[in-house]
């Protein structure tokens, strides 16, 4: 009786290890890795989700898994990846059309404003293209992002169907923006110190220069006044590496000011583009 227990036993527990390989090997079957894949995609762990769909090749045929890949890859801004997952999207596929606009909005995000340009033109979209609108307001969007010379004010709007307002804005502050003229910033502070710093709108240190300056003038003045020669020399010099620093410092000022401008600028571009989904794709997975 105790031999025929155990040889149940024995029995059981291999028909139980047999049957947890089998859950095993059904657990990584290429169906369930792509359903974690899924699962990892919709949680926007976009990298494990690649990682997941590049196990089996099996799942690599499939047009919206490889739409997925070159998604993930741009939203974790690995744009060249993307370009070039998207560049090979087959003809035949139906994201084939969708992979085109995806494949010019990586070149965008790579700030290769040039070659979005000259890659927009030589695909020859047409204009009944589903994406053409999109595409050719990027592409327009590139000449305020690069240094390149904008095209006419009327036929850049014009291409706009809307926002016309907020995008003339872009256009205007692009052609003449508010930057800060560093020689007028010098000349400013020469006539008088601290001028040039509250001319770049720095006012708290432009105060602090006239004051530091007009009171060790002040005192240097007393000084060879009151025939105190060695103190006197002492302050004058002060003075002057006071009054030569607040020259050079507005004219950095001015510098600094325009480059804040600059980074506003693209700044506000790049929220202007978020803020109406230029690059997220019209789709549900």
């Known amino acids: 009786m105790r031999y025929f227990i155990f040889f149940c036993l024995f029995f059981n527990s291999l028909s139980l290890a047999q049957e947890a390989l089998t859950n095993h090997s059904n657990l990584f079957s290429p169906t369930n890795v792509r359903k974690f894949a899924d699962y990892l995609f919709t949680q926007r762990d976009y ?4 990682e997941e769909y590049q196990r089996y090749p099996s799942i690599l045929e499939n047009d919206t898994v490889n739409f997925k890949i070159g998604f993930a890859y741009s939203e974790i801004g690995h744009n060249q990846q993307a370009a070039e997952q998207f560049l090979n999207t087959s003809s035949k596929s139906i994201f084939f059309d969708l992979s085109k606009l995806e494949y010019l ?3 965008f995000k790579e700030n290769n404003f ?3 340009r000259y890659t927009f033109e030589n695909l020859k979209l047409k204009e009944n293209y589903i994406y053409f609108q999109k595409a050719k307001e990027l592409f327009y969007f590139s000449y305020l992002f ?3 010379c904008l095209p006419p004010k009327v036929k850049f709007l014009e291409t706009f169907s809307s926002n016309q307002n907020e995008i003339s804005k872009f256009y205007d502050w692009k052609t003449d923006p508010p930057y800060k003229s560093a020689l007028t910033a010098v000349i400013l502070s020469s006539i008088i110190p601290g001028a040039g710093k509250i001319y770049t709108e720095k ?5 602090i220069a006239f004051l530091a300056t007009g009171i060790l ?3 240097s003045y007393t000084d060879f006044k009151a025939a105190h020669r060695f103190r006197a020399w002492v302050f004058s010099a002060l003075t002057a590496g ?3 620093g607040n020259i050079y410092g ?3 000022s001015a510098f600094i000011f325009n480059a804040k401008i600059k980074f506003d600028f693209i700044e506000s571009l790049k929220n202007f583009l978020e803020k109406n989904n230029y690059f997220i794709p019209k789709i549900n997975f």
């Not at 990298?47 to 690649?50: G, K």
């Open 146 to 148: 690069s240094d390149e």
């Open 105 to 107: 909005k990586s070149i």
């Open 242 to 244: 006071f009054y030569g």
């Open 47 to 50: 990298l494990r989700a690649i």
């Open 217 to 219: 003038g002040y005192i």
């Open 203 to 207: 006012y708290a240190d432009g105060i």
């Open 114 to 116: 040039e070659k979005y």
């Open 250 to 252: 507005s004219a950095a």
